[in-house]
């Protein structure tokens, strides 16, 4: 590169931001999101040893090292068989809830939004109830059942909400709407259904990761791979989702398409992490805020989002198994212990900053 190239290239860079070349191609990277996201994968690092340590019996970390590395260890059946399949379960979820919170509160420009509050995943745990109730599917096609819900709850709440654009207050109003409303569908199917199998469908409902394994990572592993091309692209069509409609517009940008592509994509995410653990509820507002104020960028970070939502359910679980040991609380119950004063907080800020309504 020459020196005027080099100047040209210094006069055009945003504050804050590095540029990684790497031949011919070349990247804009925003300093404080790296050292974030860094930040966060360390913090999950420790989360994940001490998820593995913790338990009935402790294990020391350097056989968790161990039978992390594959090597040979006297505790690989308690870490490598019934900690570890878990903790997969667990992680995968939470990152899916994070990058679905981001997209969805993007989409609605309101960080009110989140798949648990519109319904995404109130829709998704209907579908699933009802297939349980009534033993209407095999139990191998349960997560296809909550996406479908899922994405019909999104539908519904779409097209209620869309009057000559998306208006991010009657987005999230309608959402909550079709949540309350899928929420007494549930219970009428609870009451209608077999006794035990509603009893088990109550457990799930809360979001628990008891019981969990490698069969139910199995969906959220393929829709995560398929969605890293999608997510890609939903980095850059993030810029243009956030901006209104005349801005978008004036810049030539086909809003309705991107705006269309990132809620289908956070709607799979959060509708098959849902039927994988349930509705862990909270976990899809919080974390993409958390990434954003650390961050402090304008665009919500996806990859921070996904790290900071796989912490918050593997350090919410961990609690929830230890807290009262030996009883084991579900984890949707710690994350919502969180979650509602959030929200409630959240609610007041966001309408004392509008004069006194929801934007």
């Known amino acids: 590169m020459s020196h005027s190239e080099a100047v040209a290239t210094t006069r055009l860079r945003p504050a804050g931001h590095a540029v990684l070349r790497r031949g011919r191609v070349s990247f804009l990277l925003h300093r404080r999101t790296v050292l974030v996201a860094v930040t966060l994968t360390v913090l999950l690092a420790c989360a994940v040893v001490a998820y593995l340590c913790v338990g009935e019996s402790f294990v020391a970390p350097a056989e968790v090292v161990r039978v992390l590395f594959g090597r040979p260890s006297p505790d690989e059946l308690v870490v490598g068989t019934l900690r570890l399949p878990r903790l997969v379960v667990g992680l995968l979820a939470g990152a899916a809830f994070g990058v679905a919170g981001a997209l969805v509160q993007t989409v609605a420009r309101n960080p009110l939004a989140s798949p648990d509050v519109i319904g995404v995943t109130h829709g998704a745990g209907a579908a699933t109830v009802a297939a349980l109730s009534f033993n209407a599917v095999a139990a191998d096609a349960l997560p296809y059942v909550s996406v479908a819900g899922g994405m019909a709850a999104a539908l519904l709440v779409y097209v209620f909400a869309w009057r000559g654009g998306l208006h991010s207050s009657r987005f999230v109003l309608v959402g909550i709407g079709v949540s309350v409303a899928l929420g007494s569908l549930t219970q009428l199917l609870l009451t209608k259904g077999d006794y035990l199998v509603a009893q088990q469908a109550k457990v799930w409902l809360t979001g628990s990761l008891n019981s969990r394994g490698y069969e139910e990572a199995g969906p959220l592993v393929v829709v995560l791979l ?134």
Do not use: C, K, N
């Open 226 to 359: 398929i969605g890293v091309p999608a997510a890609v692209w939903a980095a850059r069509a993030q810029r243009s989702a956030s901006f209104d409609d005349d801005t978008a517009t004036s810049l030539g940008v086909r809003l309705g398409r991107s705006r269309l592509g990132l809620t289908a994509l956070g709607v799979v995410l959060a509708s098959v992490a849902t039927g994988a653990v349930g509705p862990v509820d909270f976990v899809a507002l919080l974390a993409p805020q958390i990434a954003r104020r650390l961050t402090r960028t304008a665009q919500t970070p996806l990859l921070s989002s996904a790290l900071a939502g796989a912490l918050i359910v593997v350090i919410a679980d961990l609690l929830a198994r230890r807290l009262f040991s030996p009883i084991e609380l579900p984890t949707g119950v710690l994350t919502a212990v969180v979650g509602a004063p959030y929200l409630m907080w959240l609610i007041v800020r966001t309408r004392s900053r509008s004069g006194g309504t929801a934007s």
